[in-house]
């Protein structure tokens, strides 16, 4: 393994470290770590990590689901362009007018939400969830409510507290925190492919690289919140597999049609959280950055005070832990740390210009990087997962919004923990990665 090779696997242990010493010294718990759930947990990651970055057949499996969804992708935009003429014409077509978020990379998410619909009419998807879901419940022996979340997260987004709604009210407050921590470490099927429209031009094995980031999460996210958060209850599906629960349409159609209905809220939603969120970071960068100019003149310092510099600078060692070569560190604990407030959407187009105009020396560093923002790990996700849970289970308002900021902390470093472990078996002659 090469020297960074070793660099992320060191870093597996230290973001666990990490967790455990926030866990004690911040929100005093005193519980020793559930080292079967660790251990269960971690060996999952590393044989997924193994089979689909060093088993010739894994690499080949996913670099087949990298082009398959590629494929897929390019019939989305179909719908757009007739709709939308050549604004919706991705860049280096004929007649298209540039790369325009709004009309080319927005309305992947209605065309998949509708693709989601279809799977789960025909029960494909809840099939697998429930596979993911066992395979959970019986080897990290957590309770079947929250293992059927987690499972769901790889999927879908907000949308997997449906599949435990009847077990909401009685959940102990370590599996709320699990299913926030869950919903905030994934990122949901229409949503990724959002993603990938943005850096394919860019990234060309994008698509590979995400779907294997959002299995890799899932067992990360169980693994943090246990840490930070550890049970100290009896969950009443302890150890159970428990049914999916959601509610099918009465027809194909109707399927689509609200599926349709939802992708085109989350396509406003994420407008609306872009629009309030850069324009109020805008502002508060221009009093940050004014007041700064004065102590950077005062006392002779060359510090960057833009909250996204500022952001950079705390999560710079992060960055170095999780095996982002030192040439590169710079930049991307900037891309990084802002996710935290501007969302992995502002996060991922930086990493798609830092690619293009090459701000990076080390190809290792886009791959690992791409890992660790997959996720909805940040404030504003954090407000829409509480909001969306306690709309489920009123009475449980107080008890979710306790474990809130707790869930952000260990999504963050379920992310983290996810990146470590492809930058463990990264290797620039592996199909996937090279």
């Not at 280096?92 to 080319?104: D, H, M, P, R, V």
């Amino acid at each position: 393994m090469a020297f960074y090779n070793w660099v992320s696997f060191a870093g597996i242990f230290i973001l666990l470290f990490i967790a455990w010493s926030i866990s004690r010294l911040f929100f005093q718990n005193r519980e020793k770590p559930n080292w079967h759930l660790i251990g269960w947990g971690l060996g999952l990651q590393v044989v997924f990590a193994l089979f689909i970055f060093v088993v010739p057949a894994g690499v080949t499996f996913f670099q087949g689901v990298n082009d398959l969804a590629v494929r897929v992708l390019s019939t989305a935009g179909e719908g757009a362009k007739f709709v939308f003429g050549s604004l919706a014409s991705p860049p280096g077509t004929e007649g298209s007018l540039g790369f325009i978020l709004a009309f080319q990379a927005f309305p992947t998410i209605i065309f998949f939400s509708s693709l989601v619909a279809i799977l789960y009419y025909y029960n494909v998807l809840p099939l697998i969830i429930q596979q993911f879901a066992k395979l959970f419940t019986c080897l990290m022996r957590i309770s079947g409510a929250e293992a059927l979340c987690a499972a769901s997260n790889i999927f879908v987004g907000v949308e997997s507290t449906f599949t435990v709604k009847p077990y909401l009210e009685r959940m102990t407050p370590s599996e709320l925190c699990t299913i926030l921590t869950a919903g905030m470490a994934t990122v949901a099927s229409n949503v990724l492919a959002f993603y990938v429209f943005t850096l394919y031009s860019s990234f060309p094995s994008i698509a590979g690289h995400l779907i294997s980031a959002s299995f890799l999460s899932a067992p990360a996210a169980l693994i943090m919140s246990k840490i930070l958060f550890p049970e100290t209850g009896i969950p009443d599906t302890l150890g159970q597999v428990v049914d999916i629960h959601y509610e099918k349409e009465a027809s194909l159609f109707e399927a689509i049609i609200n599926s349709a209905a939802a992708g085109l809220k989350v396509v406003f939603s994420i407008v609306a959280l872009l629009i309030a969120v850069l324009g109020l970071v805008a502002l508060l960068d221009m009093v940050l950055v004014g007041m700064g100019t004065y102590i950077n003149q005062w006392l002779h310092l060359g510090i960057d005070w833009s909250l996204k510099g500022l952001l950079g600078y705390f999560f710079y060692p992060f960055t170095l832990i999780i095996g982002i070569p030192f040439e590169d560190a710079g930049v991307i604990s900037k891309i990084i740390g802002e996710r935290l407030i501007l969302t992995e959407v502002t996060a991922y187009q930086d990493l798609s210009v830092a690619i293009v105009t090459k701000a990076l020396i080390h190809p290792r560093s886009a791959v690992i990087t791409a890992y660790a923002l997959c996720g909805f790990a940040h404030v504003a996700s954090m407000a829409i997962f509480v909001g969306g849970i306690t709309a489920l289970a009123p009475s449980r308002t107080a008890d979710i919004s306790k474990v809130a900021f707790k869930a952000l902390i260990a999504a963050t470093l379920a992310c983290l923990l996810t990146a470590c472990i492809a930058g463990t078996f990264y290797s620039d002659a592996s199909i996937l990665l090279g």
